[in-house]
């Protein structure tokens, strides 16, 4: 669930965790409960870091394993295609 900034005149910025669907573009300040704009900040990217990463690499690894890959196509059987899978 994303969390979105919003800023009060008297006390400064607050973070509000709401669903995308129910996101407003103004929001009640907790301390004075006057109505406060939300600031608009660019999308953050995660970046999967250490173990994580490495898990991915090897997940994607294993995977990569599993494929059939054609080695050789074989055209002398007179208009059919022959594949030799490994």
């Known amino acids: 669930m994303p969390l979105y900034p919003f800023s ?32 608009w900040t660019p999308p953050s990217v995660t970046v ?8 991915l690499d090897a997940y994607v690894g294993s995977r990569a394993q599993e494929r059939e890959v054609i080695d050789k196509i074989n055209d002398k059987s007179g208009g059919k295609i022959a594949v030799e899978w490994h």
């Open 8 to 39: 009060c005149t008297t006390h400064g910025d607050f973070d509000v965790l709401r669903p995308m669907a129910e996101v407003q573009p103004t929001e009640k300040c907790p301390n004075c409960k006057n109505q406060c704009k939300r600031q």
């Open 48 to 55: 999967f870091k250490g173990q994580y990463i490495e898990a």
